[in-house]
């Protein structure tokens, strides 16, 4: 098969300037995402913030602080996980690779959110969904387990 990538000596000269404009200006629109990225975690951890001692509050009034205690335990994972993505995107903005581990630990994150927010649903849980969701965990965290390990091999 044959390779369709084009190295820089196989543009024409006449396109030099025009593809170093195309760089700089796609260089400038994913600093531009990332700034953006940047604001929407920011403002994802306040709204966290505030929804966690909204649960604490409702919990409080409503005299029932398991159901409460559930509820804000799965809104601190949520935050939880906006944090591993802020650190990830720091990481990446001082020149560090992103790391598929960061991923895989929020998406496992949010499974554990699920099973300890299953409970208090208004809807009780069907074996079945309560199966898929442990399966879930239980196949990300050796995911995550494997993306681990291989990482200290190559250290």
Same mark, same amino acid.
């Given at each position: 098969?044959?390779?369709?990538?084009?190295?820089?000596?196989?543009?024409?000269?006449?396109?030099?300037?025009?593809? $170093?404009?195309?760089?700089?200006?796609?260089?400038?629109?994913?600093? #531009?995402?990332?700034?953006?990225?940047? &604001?929407?975690?920011?403002? $994802?951890?306040?709204? #966290?913030?505030? &929804?966690? #001692?909204k649960d604490v509050y409702a919990a409080a009034n409503a005299h029932n602080l398991v159901h409460g205690f559930l509820h804000a335990l799965g809104t601190l994972m949520l935050l939880w996980s906006i944090s591993a993505l802020i650190s990830a995107e720091i990481r990446y903005l001082q020149g560090s690779k992103l790391q598929v581990e960061t991923f895989v630990e929020v =998406?496992?994150? &949010?499974?554990?959110?699920?099973?300890? =927010?299953?409970? =208090?649903?208004?809807?009780?849980p069907t074996t079945e969904e309560i199966a898929i969701w442990v399966g879930?965990? #239980?196949?990300?965290?050796?995911?995550?387990?494997?993306?681990?390990?291989?990482?200290?091999?190559?250290?």
């Open positions: 098969m044959k390779d369709i990538r084009m190295s820089q000596e196989q543009l024409p000269r006449n396109f030099a300037r025009i593809n $170093s404009f195309a760089i700089k200006a796609m260089q400038w629109l994913n600093g #531009f995402a990332h700034i953006i990225i940047g &604001l929407a975690l920011a403002t $994802s951890v306040i709204m #966290f913030t505030w &929804l966690f #001692f =998406v496992l994150v &949010l499974f554990l959110r699920k099973l300890i =927010v299953m409970p =208090v649903q208004d809807a009780s879930g965990a #239980f196949v990300l965290g050796l995911v995550y387990v494997l993306v681990r390990w291989a990482q200290k091999q190559q250290d």
